[in-house]
């Protein structure tokens, strides 16, 4: 007989999605920062906050699987890396990805001019999510948070989760 998995309502879902989302407008934003250091410092902080996000996010989602998340541990050519966390076929989930990143470098001078800050040197962090459940009444969610910093300016990116609804989503 197939195990039971007890899976959160949807009200509950979205009551973490609205903490979430207060939670990531903390993050310290400086518009004009007066030295690398003090940049450094916040880039540094968002990313130990979307680490401890992916964390969290990981162990909850393993309660509910029954089982341990995989994780790879990548390196940029040009600069930091990352941790990539995946289940698959599980009970619940499809396929879920919780994803961290921290990398730097340089950036092409036609992008660089594009994103305001001065220079081309530049750190960006962030947490993505893809979630497919098994069940087609639950949404999948892809979310992405992205903290960049360029030169002297900080700049916090937040994407909404989009989740295809079920009326929506096709099985083959």
């Given at each position: 007989?197939?195990?039971?998995?007890?899976?959160?309502?949807?009200?509950?879902?979205?009551?973490?999605?609205?903490?979430?989302?207060?939670?990531?407008?903390?993050?310290?934003?400086?518009?004009?920062?007066?030295?690398?250091?003090?940049?450094?410092?916040?880039?540094?902080?968002?990313?130990?906050?979307?680490?401890?996000?992916?964390?969290?996010?990981?162990?909850?989602?393993?309660?509910?699987?029954?089982?341990?998340?995989?994780?790879?541990?990548?390196?940029?050519?040009?600069?930091?890396?990352?941790?990539?966390?995946?289940?698959?076929?599980?009970?619940?989930?499809?396929?879920?990805?919780?994803?961290?990143?921290?990398?730097?470098?340089?950036?092409?001078?036609?992008?660089?001019?594009?994103?305001?800050?001065?220079?081309?040197?530049?750190?960006?962090?962030?947490?993505s999510l893809v979630l497919h459940?098994?069940?087609?009444?639950?949404?999948?969610?892809?979310?992405?948070?992205?903290?960049?910093?360029?030169?002297?300016?900080?700049?916090?990116?937040?994407?909404?989760?989009?989740?295809?609804?079920?009326?929506?989503?096709?099985?083959?």
């Amino acid at each position: 007989m197939p195990r039971q998995v007890k899976i959160p309502l949807m009200n509950q879902i979205q009551n973490l999605q609205s903490r979430n989302r207060l939670i990531i407008s903390e993050i310290p934003i400086r518009q004009q920062v007066g030295n690398v250091a003090m940049k450094d410092f916040e880039v540094s902080s968002a990313a130990d906050f979307f680490r401890t996000v992916q964390e969290n996010i990981v162990r909850r989602l393993e309660m509910y699987e029954g089982t341990l998340f995989g994780e790879d541990q990548w390196k940029r050519d040009g600069g930091g890396g990352g941790i990539t966390k995946v289940i698959q076929d599980g009970l619940v989930f499809e396929k879920a990805g919780v994803n961290f990143s921290w990398v730097h470098g340089d950036m092409g001078e036609d992008f660089a001019g594009q994103m305001p800050g001065n220079g081309t040197s530049f750190q960006a962090t962030g947490i993505s999510l893809v979630l497919h459940p098994r069940n087609p009444k639950i949404p999948t969610v892809h979310a992405n948070f992205r903290y960049i910093a360029k030169g002297n300016r900080s700049v916090r990116r937040r994407c909404r989760s989009h989740p295809i609804l079920p009326k929506n989503r096709r099985h083959h």
